[in-house]
């Protein structure tokens, strides 16, 4: 089974910054498009950044310029660098993956906040 295992969540003050790390396992890695999703308490789960197999990348008009996808195919993860924070960026993280199935990581908070 796929197994996703992510990093790197926290605390931080608006204007901060933050890397997410997602490790894949059991997976050609480097066949799928990886994607981090968050979702903020009583609102839906939103896409917030796609890194393709050949590495171009998908964002958010809400991240984008702020947060940069990458992908290290090598080590089977996939990163998620987060600067200029601010406190609507405050979520629950997900990585995820489709292959047969939809797969995802356990969900890692991150809390932008003074």
């Known amino acids: 089974q796929v197994q996703l295992v992510e990093s790197g969540g926290g605390l931080v003050q608006p204007g901060g910054s933050l890397r997410l790390s997602c490790a894949a396992s059991e997976i050609i890695f480097s066949m799928y498009d990886m994607r981090w999703y968050r979702q903020a308490p009583g609102k839906p789960r939103e896409l917030v950044a796609t890194v393709k197999r050949d590495g171009s990348t998908v964002y958010a008009d809400s991240v984008k310029g702020r947060f940069t996808i990458s992908r290290d195919n090598a080590k089977n993860t996939v990163y998620l660098q987060m600067n200029s924070l601010k406190p609507e960026d405050t979520a629950v993280y997900y990585c995820?993956?489709?292959?047969?199935?939809?797969?995802w990581g356990q969900g890692i908070q991150v809390t932008v906040s003074s």
């Open positions: 995820n993956v489709k292959s047969t199935y939809y797969y």
